[in-house]
C-alpha cells in the first residue's frame, strides 16, 4: 500500500467507511503502530525485486515478540476483499503492494490455537507447492489444526477450524527508495490472547522487550532461517 493510500484508508475508516449493504457489522478501523524499515539480514533495505516470489519471510511487527509473514506472490492481487473478523467485524482488505501489487504482509499467530513460528520450530508458514493440507498450494497452513488461509485474498480462511483471517500488516512501499515499511494493522488482532498465553515463555526469552513495539527497522528472514524447523503439512 502507498503512503498516501494507508492515509485514506485510516481516514475512510475512523469515518465510518460504508461498507455492502448486506453487512450488518460494526465499523473496523486500522490500528497504527511504529512506522518500521524492513531490512534484510545485512541490515540493507528489503528490495521488492530481492524477494523470491513463493517464499515465506518473517520479521517481528507490531510488537518484538510477535512474528509476521511477508511474501512476494507470484502474481498481482488488488484487493477489494470483504473480510469479517471472529467477533463479526467487516473490513475490505486492500490488496498487496509494490511495483506489481504482489507483497503482502500477515500476523504469523494463527486465529485458532495462536500457534506461531519459534527460534526452534514453526508449525505454521507459507506453501507455495501442493500437499495433503495445502491442497494446490500458495497458501499459509498451520499443521497444528490444519488452518489454511489464502495469501493473495487478505488471508481468508480456506479451510480448517480457523474462526477468522489472519490479522492484516499494513505496509507502504517508497517506490523513489524501492523500500518496504510496516504501518500498523488492519483485521482481527490476537496480541492480547497471544501475550496471555505466551508472555512467561516470551520473557524468558526477551526479557522486558516482550511487550516493547518494533522501533525503526525490523530484519526480515526466510523462514527457513528464522527457526530451526519447519514442520511442513
Not at 12 to 38: I, M
Not at 130 to 157: E, F, K, L, M, Q
Not at 163 to 178: G, M, N, R
Request: hydrophobic share 35%; with cysteine; net charge positive.
Amino acid at each position: 500500500m502507498e503512503r498516501r493510500d494507508f492515509v485514506k484508508l485510516c481516514a475512510a475508516s475512523a469515518a465510518g467507511a460504508t461498507l455492502p449493504e448486506t453487512s450488518q457489522a460494526k465499523d473496523l478501523s486500522a490500528r497504527t503502530y511504529n512506522r518500521v524499515k524492513l531490512l534484510d539480514e545485512r541490515g540493507q533495505p528489503v528490495r521488492v525485486d530481492t524477494l523470491a516470489k513463493g517464499v515465506g519471510y518473517v520479521f517481528e511487527y507490531p510488537f518484538a515478540s510477535t512474528p509476521a509473514f511477508l511474501i512476494r506472490l507470484d502474481k498481482p492481487v488488488a484487493g477489494g476483499v470483504v473480510l469479517k473478523t471472529e467477533s463479526g467485524d467487516d473490513y475490505k482488505w486492500a490488496g498487496g503492494v509494490g511495483p506489481d501489487k504482489s507483497v503482502v504482509a500477515y500476523s504469523a499467530i494463527c486465529a485458532h490455537k495462536l500457534t506461531y513460528p519459534t527460534k526452534q520450530v514453526s508449525f505454521i508458514g507459507y506453501r507455495h507447492t501442493p500437499s495433503p493440507v495445502a491442497g494446490p498450494g500458495r497458501v499459509i497452513t498451520c499443521c497444528s489444526d490444519r488452518s489454511v488461509y489464502d495469501p493473495s485474498a487478505g488471508a481468508r480462511v480456506v479451510s480448517g477450524p480457523a474462526p477468522q483471517p489472519l490479522c492484516t500488516i499494513l505496509l507502504e512501499h517508497d517506490a523513489k527508495a524501492d523500500e518496504l515499511y510496516a504501518l500498523g494493522t488492519f483485521g482481527g488482532e490476537m496480541f492480547t490472547e497471544f501475550f496471555k498465553r505466551f508472555e512467561f515463555r516470551l520473557q524468558m526469552e526477551m526479557g522486558n522487550r516482550t511487550r516493547a513495539q518494533a522501533d525503526r527497522t525490523a530484519t526480515v528472514r526466510e523462514l527457513a532461517n528464522y527457526s530451526a524447523q519447519w514442520a511442513q503439512c
